[in-house]
């Protein structure tokens, strides 16, 4: 009976695991291959168009890569005149995107729509406007649209006119036709055209180490900054970095208040101006220079001058010129360079000079580029005697 009951017991495990081995369990939903929402969504007027910026995704809304044609659907709802102290919800926004204002074919990545205005959007009273996007797969369905960004309708800012600029020692000097009567914000974009040279070698012997430059200094190959004045017209980019060439466009930017929002109207982007920040722009001059007599060593009794100054702070300074001229002779004779090699240090000693003549001295900068300040004030010496 014992061995009986177990095996009665044995073959209905059996037929449970079996029964269980064979359950298919619940049944899964079909994936409908719906794209995942549009995130990262952006809307920036410009001139008579809002530019539209977002990142489509790579994944479906069941995390599979999508495979297969994806449109985009861009949506615009337009509202009335809204005063300044007016705010609009923006959960108030229909759902789902309507009207559809452009289709357009896109890729997983960054993606881009422009909406050029209808006259009647880009004349007074500015009113909001409220953009959506949503992905439709190649059957037409769609996981839902974004979240709504917004711009301005209205008209937007003059374009900047006669753009120009030039290379100054202080930086690239940028001009434009200012607009007359009124406060404005301008918005400059740069361009690295030519990258600068890491380092340069300075002419002289004295100086056949590496010179860093200005230049040798990593920046970005675009830059953005504003500037904001009556009636500027113009600003001076300090950044600007010798050995570099750029290339500058402008736009007016006016800000306002919609619906609880505080929005930009940007103008159409100027044309493009180029700038050479050439070295061609000389130190400045030494100041400070002072002399004081004395002797080559005290068994030699060798007269001598010594003369010293500030040292030049400027970033590419190679070294300095010494000049001097002769007070003693019938006529002041020339100003002559006492050395064919740059002085690397803001000191000079003379030993080439006479007992009890009296000299005259003057002290130029020099950059890595060869460029050569004024010259200094003069200081007058008398070499001593034995």
Not at 75 to 102: F, K, M, W, Y
Not at 130 to 146: D, E, K, M
Not at 266 to 282: G, H, N
Not at 367 to 376: L, Q, Y
Request: a negative charge; charged letters at 20%.
């Amino acid at each position: 009976m014992g061995i009986w009951h177990m095996r009665g017991l044995g073959s209905a495990l059996a037929l449970v695991l079996l029964s269980g081995c064979a359950s298919p369990g619940p049944p899964q939903a079909p994936s409908l291959k719906l794209p995942e929402v549009v995130t990262g969504l952006t809307a920036s007027r410009v001139g008579n168009e809002v530019q539209l910026h977002w990142i489509t995704p790579t994944r479906t809304t069941d995390k599979l890569l999508i495979a297969g044609p994806v449109e985009a659907e861009i949506c615009r709802e337009t509202g009335g005149a809204i005063s300044t102290s007016a705010r609009v919800d923006q959960n108030a926004v229909h759902v789902p995107c309507s009207p559809v204002l452009l289709r357009v074919p896109v890729k997983p990545g960054a993606s881009d729509a422009v909406d050029a205005l209808p006259v009647e959007l880009t004349t007074a009273p500015a009113r909001l406007l409220a953009y959506r996007v949503q992905l439709r797969n190649g059957a037409g369905r769609t996981a839902g649209a974004s979240a709504a960004v917004f711009a301005a309708s209205g008209p937007a800012p003059m374009a900047i006119e006669e753009l120009r600029a030039r290379a100054t020692k202080a930086g690239a000097v940028v001009e434009w036709k200012a607009a007359a009567g009124e406060a404005e914000t301008v918005e400059l974009d740069r361009t690295i055209m030519q990258p600068a040279t890491a380092s340069t070698t300075a002419t002289s012997a004295a100086s056949t180490r590496k010179v860093d430059l200005l230049g040798a200094v990593k920046e970005p190959s675009e830059s953005r900054f504003r500037v904001s004045a009556v009636n500027a017209g113009g600003t001076v980019d300090r950044t600007a970095q010798i050995g570099h060439a750029y290339r500058y466009t402008a736009q007016r930017v006016h800000s306002l208040e919609l619906g609880g929002q505080t929005l930009e109207l940007r103008s159409a982007v100027s044309a493009d101006v180029p700038v050479e920040m050439k070295d061609i722009f000389p130190p400045d001059a030494p100041v400070g220079l002072v002399s004081a007599p004395g002797f080559a060593s005290d068994s030699t009794q060798k007269p001598a001058i010594d003369l010293s100054w500030e040292p030049n702070m400027e970033p590419h300074v190679a070294g300095y010129r010494v000049y001097r001229h002769d007070l003693d002779s019938e006529a002041a004779s020339a100003w002559k360079q006492l050395d064919a090699e740059l002085v690397p240090v803001a000191a000079y000693r003379d030993l080439t000079v006479m007992a009890g003549y009296k000299y005259g001295y003057r002290v130029t900068a020099v950059d890595s580029a060869g460029n050569e300040s004024a010259r200094s004030d003069e200081v007058v010496e008398t070499a001593p005697g034995p």
